[in-house]
Nanobody
Framework: VQLQASGGGLVQPGGSLRLSCAASGSFFSINVMGWYRQAPEKQRELVAGITVGGITNSADSVKGRFTISRDSASNLVYLQMNSLKLEDTAVYYC???????????????WGQGTLVTVSS
């Protein structure tokens, strides 16, 4: 199983970026998908998550600015980031809770991370 994230880059404050993450490989189902971020010298934190049924949650710091969405048929998850701030600068990681076989347990898988830099 692999998670491939893309869409990071350099953007000015107030700008927008859209992150994408695709899950590939052999597995039975994907439960929750989400995005985490880790800024320099800080712990990794949850940005937003979305269940297979479309229920979302997000960190207070990004509410009203970031939107998570999912294309379950294509095993994709997106993070639309608007009104970006300097403090949003971080490496963003996608995460998926995946069941490899129909009777197996669920495990967390991580993408490689994509850097988002907000700077003027």
């Amino acid at each position: 199983v692999q998670l491939q994230a893309s869409g990071g880059g350099l953007v000015q404050p107030g700008g927008s970026l859209r992150l994408s993450c695709a899950a590939s490989g052999s597995f039975f189902s994907i439960n929750v998908m989400g995005w985490y971020r880790q800024a320099p010298e800080k712990q990794r934190e949850l940005v937003a998550g979305i269940t297979v049924g479309g229920i979302t949650n997000s960190a207070d710091s990004v509410k009203g600015r970031f939107t998570i969405s999912r294309d379950s048929a294509s095993n994709l998850v997106y993070l639309q980031m608007n009104s970006l701030k300097l403090e949003d600068t971080a490496v963003y990681y996608c995460n998926a809770r995946i069941r490899r076989t129909w009777r197996g347990d669920e495990y967390d898988y991580w993408g490689q991370g994509t850097l988002v830099t907000v700077s003027s």
